[in-house]
T-cell receptor, first 112, second 111 residues
Framework: DGGITQSPKYLFRKEGQNVTLSCEQN?????MYWYRQDPGQGLRLIYY???????QKGDIAEGYSVSREKKESFPLTVTSAQKNPTAFYLC???????????FGPGTRLTVT | QKEVEQNSGPLSVPEGAIASLNCTYS??????FFWYRQYSGKSPELIMS????GDKEDGRFTAQLNKASQYVSLLIRDSQPSDSATYLC???????????FGKGMKLTVNP
């Protein structure tokens, strides 16, 4: 089955710890994106990558880091520098030349 | 002024009625517009995209775009209880590949 997978579905961490969220796609999409969603809020762009080994900051990149070593994978690290990391994290991808973005199931991160 | 603004809602309609969801955007350079449906606790699902002025129909869904008024809407005909969800309007910023989302409008369809 083609699709976007994110793991784990729920993640709990203590304050001060870095945590890495996984995003994998087998759709052969070039572009991949990370968003966070807070209750009652729209999605906000953290980082995006349009090609392997290249990525750009979105609107709220502070406290986050990414890598894009393979076309299929775009992991997001939430560092201890992120002041309010508890949120619903969504990964998306987009086919080459298309504007539509398709989302994975998301990871709900809770930091206490 | 917010980049993408949706009515605060929530919106409640009876089963079989037409639900009308509205969205305005501030960037006149925006060219691509999307509607996503998000069920509670789930990720957004793309249901409509529209790129040119006018109406675009897909089954019970119609997206309407008016670039002069910077307005995009989604009509859901013959609303069903399964349409109950939050609907997110999203716009690609002019000159970029970045998608900007509104806060969403919660729709409840009552049987």
């Amino acid at each position: 089955d083609g699709g976007i997978t994110q793991s784990p579905k729920y993640l709990f961490r203590k304050e001060g710890q870095n945590v890495t969220l996984s995003c994998e796609q087998n759709l052969n999409h070039d572009a991949m994106y990370w968003y966070r969603q807070d209750p009652g809020q729209g999605l906000r762009l953290i980082y995006y990558s349009q090609i392997v080994n290249d990525f750009q900051k979105g609107d709220i990149a502070e406290g986050y880091s990414v890598s894009r070593e393979k076309k299929e994978s775009f992991p997001l690290t939430v560092t201890s520098a992120q002041k309010n990391p508890t949120a619903f994290y969504l990964c998306a991808s987009s086919p080459t030349g298309a504007r539509e973005q398709y989302f994975g199931p998301g990871t709900r991160l809770t930091v206490t | 002024q917010k980049e993408v603004e949706q009515n605060s809602g929530p919106l409640s309609v009876p089963e079989g009625a037409i639900a009308s969801l509205n969205c305005t955007y501030s960037d006149r350079g925006s060219q691509s517009f999307f509607w996503y449906r998000q069920y509670s606790g789930k990720s957004p699902e793309l249901i409509m995209s529209i790129y040119s002025n006018g109406d675009k129909e897909d089954g019970r869904f119609t997206a309407q775009l008016n670039k002069a008024s910077q307005y995009v809407s989604l009509l859901i005909r013959d609303s069903q209880p399964s349409d109950s969800a939050t609907y997110l309007c999203a716009v690609i910023r002019g000159g970029s590949e970045k998608l900007v989302f509104g806060k969403g409008m919660k729709l409840t369809v009552n049987p």
